[in-house]
Structures are given as C-alpha cells and as structure tokens.
C-alpha cells in the first residue's frame, strides 16, 4: 500500500489534505518568494527550479527587483527539493525555505532574510491551489500558494545597492509538474494594499495529462479580516481570463461570490525571464513579467460589494516560449 502511494505522489497527484509543498520527485518542481516592502516602493523576489533529467537534478535560480527591472539567474547542477515541507536548494547559492531566504548570485544580488508571522495555507482544506485537479495524476502543471503572508527581515544587495528590509510582506508558491511549463500561461501576485492582511494570487494556463488538455485559471483571494476565497472549479466557480502582455482581466464567481481583477503594466517595463527545458538542462526566456504593475481588485458577495483595492506593486505574467524569445531578441543591443 505504501509503494502504491508513492507511485501516485512520483506522478505529481496529491490525495485531500496532501502535503503539496513537500518534494514529488516529477520533472519540474518550482518554489518562488515575492517580498513586498510597500513603505519603500520595492518588490524582491527569489526563484529556483529543480528539474530531474537523466543525466541527474539541475536547478534554475534567479533573482529579480523593482524598481530598476533587476535579474540575475543562474543554471547549476548541485540541487534538490526538500522531502519534507517547502524549499529547494541549489549548492550555497540558493538555500530557501519556510524561515529563511539566502542566495548569492554574486556580488551585485544577494538576499539573506528571516521570515516570521506566516499566513499559511488553512490546514483545513481538503484541496490547494489546483483544487480537485491535485488528484489527477501526471499534470504537466500544478500550483499551490502555500504562503500568503508574513514579514521579511533582513538584507538584500540589488545592483551593488543594499536595501533593508524591516517589515516586507511576503509571498510563497509551489508549482510541479511531469514536463516542465506549458504552452502557454498567466500569473499575478499582489501585496501592498491599504490593508496589509489583503493577498491576492492567479495562475492560469494550458493543463494537459496524456489526451486530456483544458485551460484553467485559479484565483485566491485573502480578505481583509475574512475568509479565503478559491475560484475556478469548471461549473462551479469558473474563471475568465483575458490576457496580454501589458493587461490583466480576471473574472470569476461562485454562487455566492464573484471576483474581478484588472491589471495593466507596459510591456517595455516587463523582465524576460527564463524558464527550464528539462531534458536540456538550461534554460530559454519563457515570461514577461512584470514586478511593479497595478492590480485593482473588486470583491462582490451576493451583489454587493465587500472590498476594492489597489496595488501598485504587482507581479503580472504572461507566458509563452516562442513570444518571450521573440521579445528577448529585440531588445539585444
């Protein structure tokens, strides 16, 4: 029995109440940091991929900051995902968890931080961020934003600036998958808001397992002082998703809620990140993302409106390889 459970958590499916942060052992395992020091008008974040080809694990890191469209990312060979609860580590250059954030990516990009006060994941809920679709085995992507707040402390040097770092809010996710990113997708993540305790986060792409392929967009909503709102089941709480390179329009409902995020950025402001070939074992630009944009969101329950709020320090996605390379090319010098 427990061999079987095993096989079923190696294909990427988690059963209710999993533990999704832990290591699956798939293709792809990504863990991403966002701090957001709204007082300073700053936006860091820390990413790293553990991906497993046959030639053994590799990670992609990276480190990214606003303003001033900072990155810095690296390809190294010594990594792995942790067993037991969220992180990844990739030699000394990148050692990340659920209490502290270190990566030196050389002298111009380093992060040391302590974090504190998490706003977790409800233990209480049978399902993550993918919802039901945790359960279907060998997804090509699955997600799940395990940390919803909380406060950063410490350092991070940006471009041979120190910044410090008293009280960021911070943001944590997971996504996995059997072979890397899809086709095409869409992300966003908001902090900075009138209230502190407000989250925001959205993940939508092309899902595919074998001959199954649908498009899906998950929405997460932290109220101000209330509950969790999770959005984008088929039938129950669909979401529509309208996206570009420079907007953002997110709808969804249940029957009792209905949400709407507006987002906008100009795509010259945009970073071109990269994302993993796993088999390949480097990296292509995958993502323009944007790490300062403007997010307004709209709350609605049974018709009326329960919280509006605007944040100027968003992190917006829109993804695709053949579009971000494209994009990646014309702006060489």
Same mark, same amino acid.
């Given at each position: ?18 533990? @999704?942060?832990?290591?699956?052992? =798939? ?33 992609? =890191? ?36 659920? %209490? ?23 233990? /209480? ?10 359960? =279907?085995?060998?997804? /090509? ?54 209230? %502190? ?61 209905? =949400? ?30 944007? @790490? ?42």
């Amino acid at each position: 029995m427990r061999q079987v459970a095993a096989r079923y958590r190696a294909s990427g499916a988690d059963l209710p109440f999993g533990s @999704l942060t832990s290591r699956h052992g =798939v293709a792809m395992e990504g863990y991403f940091w966002r701090l957001t020091d709204p007082a300073a008008g700053r936006v860091v974040t820390a990413l790293i991929g553990v991906q497993r080809s046959r030639q053994g694990p590799w990670a992609l =890191v990276g480190l990214g900051a606003h303003p001033g469209r900072f990155w810095r990312q690296d390809v190294l060979m010594d990594a792995q995902a942790r067993s037991h609860g969220p992180g990844a580590r990739a030699g000394s250059a990148f050692v990340a968890d659920d %209490r502290r954030i270190l990566v030196d990516l050389g002298p111009d990009a380093r992060l040391d931080v302590t974090l504190a006060d998490l706003d977790l994941w409800p233990r /209480n809920r049978p399902f993550g961020g993918s919802s039901w679709f945790q359960m =279907v085995p060998g997804l /090509n992507q699955y997600w799940h934003p395990w940390l919803l707040g909380g406060r950063a402390t410490g350092t991070a040097t940006i471009d041979g600036a120190t910044w410090r770092l008293d009280d960021a809010q911070v943001y944590a996710e997971k996504n996995w998958g059997s072979d890397g990113f899809p086709d095409a997708w869409w992300w966003g993540q908001a902090h900075g808001f009138a209230e %502190r305790d407000a989250c925001v986060a959205f993940a939508g792409g092309e899902v595919s397992a074998g001959p199954l392929r649908t498009t899906v967009t998950a929405v997460v909503v932290r109220l101000p002082g209330g509950p969790l709102l999770r959005l984008g089941n088929p039938g129950t709480s669909p979401v529509r998703a309208t996206t570009s390179d420079g907007s953002w329009l997110i709808a969804g409902r249940t029957r009792a809620w209905h =949400v709407q995020l507006v987002g906008h950025g100009h795509p010259g402001d945009a970073l071109v990140l990269p994302v993993p070939l796993v088999a390949e074992r480097r990296a292509v630009p995958g993502a323009l993302e944007h @790490l300062g944009a403007t997010l307004d969101v709209r709350v609605r329950h049974h018709g009326r409106l329960v919280w509006e709020g605007t944040s100027g320090l968003a992190g917006l996605e829109h993804g695709g390889l053949d579009r971000a390379a494209a994009e990646a090319r014309r702006r060489e010098p």
